[in-house]
């Protein structure tokens, strides 16, 4: 080998070293970079509230790879966080109050918890919705505040088969009202008829009104008959007893129409505002007021 060969050999070894050495050096300064990323990263999840992907930052700038520094302050962060992670523990009771476990849980839409086995779970702090699903079971939705650093909160759902849920009356939580550990539903032939006694204010009233109507026909006509004997045998110096009792039973008719015609219209508007189950029992009054030459009635109800 002559000595130009010679002089190029060892120019190719000494590149080859130098390069052997940037290596190191480029892949050191490389996760340096990342170390910082993830500190920031980090402190920035974490006063977002996302606590738990803060952690996750925290452990990697953490790493033994990083720079001595940064791992102290990644170190702290990390501790810090880890004790402000709220966790829950989540439970789920059937239709006769036993605990089942074959329950799935989704936290604002995204999987929690694919069965309950009593252990803790760990979620970020803040207003949540949390929807436990069981097969053959009625979805229950619960909302709740979860606060920094709350450990082991008990969170339970009711789950009940749907044909057991009453109608209209679901808990907050989307569960049934149970009694004796079933729930209650409504017979058919309940809902669709009234009870009898939602029957009683309409059938009163129209009595009333039927009494009113033979009342103001009959006094009517005897006061017009009067009233005709009267004007054949002494008007205009009848005596004043007489007419005044004509007089009486005019007043005494039209008190009778006015209370008739009141009691229709309550007997009307019973039978239209009584419900399939009336909440309290409804009351009526009919107030007449006699007038001079008339009267004046008024229908009072109270639902």
Known sequence: ?????????????AALAALACLQPARARAGD?????????EGQRLRDEGRLR?????????GAAACPALVRSDCAGWLADVTARVPTLILSAQDEQGQDVADVQVTLDGAPLAARLDGK????????????FERAGSAPVALRLVVREGEK??????????????????????GGAITRGGGAIAPREDQAASPPASSLLLPIALGGVALAGGVAYAALGLSA???ADRLRTTCAPRCAEADVDAVRTKVIAANVAFGVGVAALGGAVAA????????????AAAVHVVPLR?????????RF
């Open 53 to 61: 992907e803060a952690r996750a930052r925290f452990i990697a700038c």
């Open 120 to 131: 803790a779970v760990e979620v970020d702090p803040g207003e949540h919705v949390l929807r």
């Open 224 to 226: 017009r008959a009067d």
């Open 152 to 173: 082991l909160r008990r969170v339970s759902a009711r789950l009940v088969r749907p044909a057991t849920v009453r109608a209209g009356a679901a808990t907050p939580g």
């Open 32 to 40: 340096a970079e990342a170390c910082f990323t993830a500190s920031e």
């Open 293 to 301: 030459g008339g009267a004046a009635a008024a229908l009072g109800a």
């Open 1 to 13: 080998m002559n000595q130009r060969t010679a002089r190029r050999s060892l120019v190719v070894a």
């Open 271 to 282: 039978l239209l505002l009584r419900g399939p189950v009336p909440a309290a029992p409804a």
